[in-house]
């Protein structure tokens, strides 16, 4: 049977899931932590650069600070963007204020930004607010 891997964005602990299991709410080896669920997840840049290069299903990162407006005002159409997707991607973010070696690190230059990751490689990235309806037709286009 197939399978991928997911980091859990609580412990870091990298699983192996059956792929007909990843909507089935795996729970993490180590930590029993849900591994794979529709909502979004806060994240510090070690566990970004883990999951980014070792997760096999699409991992969307909202790059954001608390001080921008924008990205406040993006954050509830993000959550139901995740929502609305369900468990064919994952969702996360990313306080670049308190993490400013991943805002170097990827190259950030403006925010809110959405990098999609996948197979170890940014496969696509977006600047700007976005409405959910939106931000899942760029998730969907980006996985076409």
Do not use: Y
């Amino acid at each position: 049977m197939p399978s991928i891997n997911l980091t859990c964005l609580t412990c870091g602990t990298v699983n192996r899931l059956p792929t007909d299991r990843t909507g089935q709410k795996p729970k993490c080896g180590t930590c029993g932590k849900p591994v794979n669920t529709p909502k979004v997840t806060e994240i510090d840049f070690k566990m970004l650069t883990k999951a980014s290069k070792r997760d096999q299903l699409p991992l969307i990162v909202d790059f954001w600070a608390p001080w921008c407006g924008p990205c406040r005002m993006m954050a509830p159409e993000f959550a139901k963007a995740a929502t609305d997707l369900g468990t064919a991607v994952r969702f996360a973010k990313i306080n670049t204020e308190d993490e400013p070696a991943a805002s170097q690190r990827h190259n950030i230059r403006g925010i809110p930004s959405m990098i999609m990751f996948k197979n170890g490689k940014e496969i696509a990235r977006q600047s700007g607010a976005m409405r959910s309806d939106q931000i899942k037709a760029w998730v969907n286009s980006n996985l076409a």
